[in-house]
């Protein structure tokens, strides 16, 4: 600087008293030996106010992106007078924010500096009521060199403190992934990623959402600190101004969900600033992660906003994955129910069949040699146990035919599902006919053995020879329910059409 840029009476670092240099020193040391950002700036303001001999030492940061005061270090203050500020205080710290020139003591007993990290204006450090007399152009000089010293220091904490939230987020998204993908429910997949962001947030609740049918958004999943109870259910109407940016994929970021008029919910009054980040992978919109904080809670800076928008890209791939891996599991699980139901019907049912007739045949020319055989009826029993053998075996094969998961409710949907797994033997598919109303009349007790009857008559009707249709009808009465399976096969007489009718009361 030259001489005529330098305020009058002003002294520059190298020109600073001998004895001020080695407190100078040590308050630098103590700013540099934290890489944790908070305890760094508790420190510079501690070593700022030491270091000046100031009774009350202030750091406010400033959001960059909202240009006001985020958080305030103090020094020499009690418990109770840092709690009774009311608020961050926008007035005598902001100034030093838009002004590049360090000002000097400005005679009401206070004085400040900027903090800069590289070229941004971090925050403003101020101290005030200097023991022993007014603050000089010596402090001014001393808090200018402690200031630089700790823009370095604190750009060292940001980068230390971003690599440590992005080491936790990148290991929650891979403890959700291996969750994912070793099998769990979808239901408690999604909760799984849910409370995983809330606590990776540090957000009051973590919510995901899913598409209606109507075109809205509902929440199907929720974590927070209490009972979710009343936000699971709750929808966005169709037509929101969010809801049209998160079906498009957008993220939304809220700075207030209880003022922000795009806020629709009735849970809104309860939350602060939010985030709301697509789950989306490979253009499949899956649904909308959830991140609110509380009222009144610290904003999302930037850093937030990427990492968790990363996790959410993330936790919907392996949505993806985990439900495609859910339907090969599936699918080879139905693979090999219909290898085994094969088998038996290919090796099991057939042997079966064939010792039955050489009894049969046995028994015939028993009983043709003489009238009263005991051996002949002996051989009348083994031919019935192994006609209801057979019988059992082809029930057991339209069991196998039936998925293993996500089995109906209704008796309705209970009766389609197995006339649809015996479509897989029939080669078509029998028809079904339902009279009254069959799913409130029937008791589980009832509804079970009906089911039983239906899957014997439709092994048996398989049994027969040339079935190209099969009837099937449900009939529920205010006293009974009443079921017949009627089939076009020939019997072993040569007759066609076959009607089997099961009744029971209620």
């Not at 010596?138 to 402690?146: I, K, T």
């Not at 649904?287 to 509380?294: D, F, Q």
């Not at 399976?485 to 009718?501: F, I, K, L, W, Y």
Request: aromatic share 4%; net charge negative; proline share 7%.
């Amino acid at each position: 600087m030259t001489d005529a840029g330098r305020r009058p009476g002003a002294r520059q670092p190298d020109e600073l008293e001998t004895a001020s240099l080695p407190l100078l020193l040590e308050a630098v040391l103590s700013v540099g030996s934290e890489l944790e950002l908070r305890a760094t700036l508790q420190h510079l303001v501690d070593s700022a106010t030491e270091l000046c001999s100031a009774r009350y030492g202030a750091l406010g940061v400033i959001d960059p992106e909202r240009g006001r005061l985020t958080e305030l270090f103090t020094s020499g203050m009690t418990e109770a007078q840092r709690a009774a500020i009311p608020r961050l205080p926008d007035g005598p710290l902001s100034p030093f924010a838009d002004d590049p020139r360090p000002p000097l003591p400005d005679g009401t007993g206070r004085i400040g500096v900027p903090i800069r990290v590289h070229t941004e204006v971090f925050g403003n450090l101020c101290l005030s009521e200097k023991r022993g007399g007014p603050f000089t152009d010596q402090d001014l000089a001393l808090l200018r060199v402690l200031a630089s010293q700790a823009g370095m220091a604190i750009g060292n904490a940001r980068l230390y403190e971003t690599a440590r939230r992005r080491e936790r987020w990148i290991e929650g998204a891979a403890a959700v992934t291996t969750a994912l993908l070793a099998g769990r429910p979808a239901a408690d997949a999604l909760m799984c990623v849910a409370e995983r962001a809330r606590l990776l947030a540090d957000a009051a609740a973590g919510v995901v959402l899913q598409p209606t049918p109507a075109g809205g958004m509902e929440i199907v999943a929720a974590s927070t600190h209490a009972d979710p109870g009343d936000l699971v259910g709750t929808a966005i109407a169709p037509g929101s101004p969010v809801l049209e940016q998160l079906l498009g994929g957008e993220p939304v970021f809220i700075e207030d969900s209880a003022t922000d008029p795009r806020m629709t919910t009735h849970v809104r009054e309860r939350f602060g600033p939010s985030m709301m980040l697509p789950l989306q992978s490979g253009g499949q919109l899956i649904g909308t992660l959830a991140l609110p904080r509380a009222r009144g809670g610290p904003p999302y800076d930037a850093v937030d906003r990427l990492l968790a928008s990363q996790f959410a890209s993330q936790a919907a791939l392996a949505l993806v994955l985990a439900d495609a891996q859910h339907d090969r599991e599936q699918l080879a699980v139905y693979e090999d129910r219909d290898r085994i139901a094969r088998d038996l019907h290919d090796l099991v049912v057939q042997r079966l069949f064939a010792t039955e007739m050489m009894l049969e045949s046995t028994r015939r020319r028993s009983s043709n040699a003489s009238v009263a055989d005991p051996v002949g009826e002996e051989l009348a029993r083994a031919v019935d146990e192994l006609d209801a053998t057979i019988q059992e075996v082809r029930t057991a094969i339209f069991a196998l035919q039936q998925p293993p998961g996500d089995a109906p409710t209704t008796f309705r949907g209970r009766v389609l599902r197995e006339t649809g797994g015996a479509a897989v033997l029939f080669g078509f598919q029998p028809s079904v006919h339902f009279a009254g109303p069959v799913d409130a009349l029937l008791p589980e007790p009832v509804a079970g053995d009906l089911l039983s009857a239906l899957r014997g008559a439709l092994a048996a009707a398989h049994r027969r020879a040339e079935v190209t249709a099969i009837e099937v009808e449900v009939e529920a009465l205010p006293s009974r329910v009443r079921l017949t399976v009627a089939d076009d096969g020939r019997t072993p007489s040569g007759a066609r059409g076959t009607t089997v009718t099961w009744e029971s009361a209620l």
